[in-house]
């Protein structure tokens, strides 16, 4: 049986008439990769900054590590580290300012942050960069520099968006490998991708969102056999209903 760590149970939201999510349910265990993967629109993003706390569902639940997101908002931050799709950085900051920023309202301090710090910004290659203001940053640069502010309270459970999007060949391999050993070291970690080959290269399980709902789950494999395809491409387009062409 597995524990889970992040739990969605019936969560739905709308904006209007758009029904976003519409009963949600999925767990993501600790020490695994679970993949939320769907087309644009999907619901995918809501569903996350629903896990942040920037939004308040309509019905249903989320919670980490038993503490659910809405009326224990700020434990559950101080467990999770946020990769948002809109990374959010501070124009005038440098990297360091950055990391240390988000270490300190994690209650991060003194030589213990600053170790931290350094960690980061080596683990991450930011060492020519980490003096700069962001200001004009690649979205690569971007991308790491968030991450390390996500990384930076060493959280058990991590909720990624496009973690790769923007890095070139060498840093998206360094950045799944970091993913990996947080894993294989306990984390709960939640992403979302639209590239299959790196889904299918990190996650343990997935699950499968159109308009709105979970339409598969399972590990890869059984995903495979469901489908009746080692393509998982193939598997993905098939859970959704078949191609679509965006409006």
Do not use: W
Not at 53 to 76: E, F, K, N, S, Y
Not at 93 to 106: N, Q, S
Not at 159 to 186: F, K, Q
């Amino acid at each position: 049986m597995i524990v889970a760590m992040i739990e969605i149970t019936g969560l739905s939201k709308a904006f209007g008439r758009v029904r976003a999510v519409e009963g949600l349910s999925l767990h993501a265990a600790d020490g695994e990769i679970t993949g939320l993967i769907g087309p644009n629109g999907a619901g995918k993003t809501t569903t996350f900054r629903v896990l942040y706390g920037l939004l308040r569902p309509d019905a249903g639940q989320a919670a980490v590590d038993g503490l659910d997101v809405v009326g224990q908002r700020l434990a559950v931050q101080q467990r999770l580290g946020a990769l948002p799709d809109v990374r959010g950085l501070y124009p005038r900051l440098t990297v360091r300012e950055h990391i240390r920023f988000f270490g300190e309202l994690h209650g991060l301090s003194g030589i213990d942050l600053d170790r931290r710090i350094d960690q980061l910004v080596q683990r991450l290659d930011m060492g020519e960069i980490a003096e700069r203001r962001v200001r004009g940053f690649s979205r690569g640069q971007e991308l790491k520099v968030a991450l390390a502010r996500a990384l930076v309270h060493r959280p058990a459970n991590l909720v990624l968006d496009e973690p790769t999007n923007g890095l070139d060949v060498v840093s998206s391999r360094a950045v799944r490998r970091l993913i990996r050993e947080m894993r294989d070291a306990g984390c709960c970690i939640l992403i979302s991708s639209h590239i299959m080959a790196e889904v299918a290269a990190l996650c343990d399980r997935l699950v499968i969102m159109a308009r709105g709902r979970a339409v598969a789950g399972g590990t890869l494999d059984e995903l495979r056999a469901r489908g009746g395809s080692e393509d998982l491409e193939d598997v993905f387009v098939q859970a959704i209903g078949g191609e679509q062409v965006p409006a």
